[in-house]
């Protein structure tokens, strides 16, 4: 038994799980893929969103994930450490993680308990269509700040809002996904951009592409207390119309520095590789 005891602790280091610690709770470049003003401007980005719509939105990126999980699969670590940071909020579990592996040629979008598996379909479209591309290239900046932008356009500010995911984005054009992420660098005009985007999709009575949504603030949200909304989408073909109710997050004071709200995954989102 004794012997037994001594092969066990030789042995622990071999399945021990270990997680990076974070710099900032936006961006953590491990992997010095980014120059210097790319982060502060990635900071200054991420830690916008959370204050616009409360949610958490965390980059890392690692030259590769041997040293802390080798035996594990992607999917498994980045859940893993998602919970272990415990990004987004713990009621709402809106948490968004992007993580990249540069040396394992790998990547993952890990989201939050609260989003639908919908959802995960439309992480897999930003990955290949914004990630991977400049990541095939060797241009690890240009896919992390145009695969955020895209994360944020086609996930974050549509869930932030209310929206379900897009029945089907296989109808994407290169125009609309332009659209899509010029209308999260200009975030006081991505609701207009958003909108716009329902017109591609078909009326769920009628079948007609002849949707509109607009949007209504009942409430306006402060530092004290959540704030609330209206999105109404109605077809011009038909009597269709369906209207929902959103909850603006309160403000959050925290700094990008601090610590994350708790939030959890349950394993959604998507992986690419390249």
Not at 1 to 25: E, H, N, S
Not at 32 to 60: K, M
Request: neutral net charge; charged residues 25%.
């Amino acid at each position: 038994m004794r012997w037994l005891a001594v092969l066990l602790f030789l042995a622990t280091p071999l399945w021990a799980q270990t997680y990076p610690d974070y710099d900032r709770t936006t961006i953590t470049d491990r992997a010095d893929l980014l120059t210097d003003a790319q982060e502060v401007a990635l900071d200054a980005r991420l830690e916008g969103l959370r204050r616009d719509t409360g949610i958490e939105f965390a980059v890392l990126t690692l030259r590769s994930q041997a040293p802390y999980a080798p035996a594990q699969s992607l999917e498994d670590f980045a859940t893993g450490l998602f919970n272990h940071w415990g990004i987004g909020n713990a009621t709402r579990n809106d948490g968004i993680l992007v993580l990249v592996l540069s040396e394992d040629r790998a990547m993952r979008i890990e989201l939050g308990a609260g989003y639908a598996r919908d959802w995960d379909r439309v992480s897999r479209n930003v990955i290949n269509r914004s990630f991977l591309p400049a990541f095939e290239q060797g241009d690890y900046a240009k896919g992390i700040i145009d695969g955020v932008e895209d994360v944020i356009a086609s996930i974050a500010l549509p869930f932030s809002e209310g929206s379900d995911a897009p029945a089907s984005d296989g109808e994407f054009t290169p125009w609309m996904v332009f659209v899509a992420v010029m209308g999260a660098l200009l975030i006081s005009a991505r609701r207009f951009f958003g909108d716009l985007l329902t017109r591609f999709q078909s009326c769920p009575n009628c079948g007609y592409r002849a949707l509109s949504r607009t949007r209504k603030t009942l409430r306006r949200a402060t530092r004290s207390s959540e704030g609330s909304g209206e999105v109404i989408t109605r077809c011009s073909q038909c009597s269709y119309r369906d209207v929902r109710t959103f909850t603006v997050p309160r403000i959050s004071s925290s700094s990008s520095r601090g610590s994350f709200g708790g939030g959890r995954s349950g394993g959604g989102g998507a992986s690419g590789r390249w």
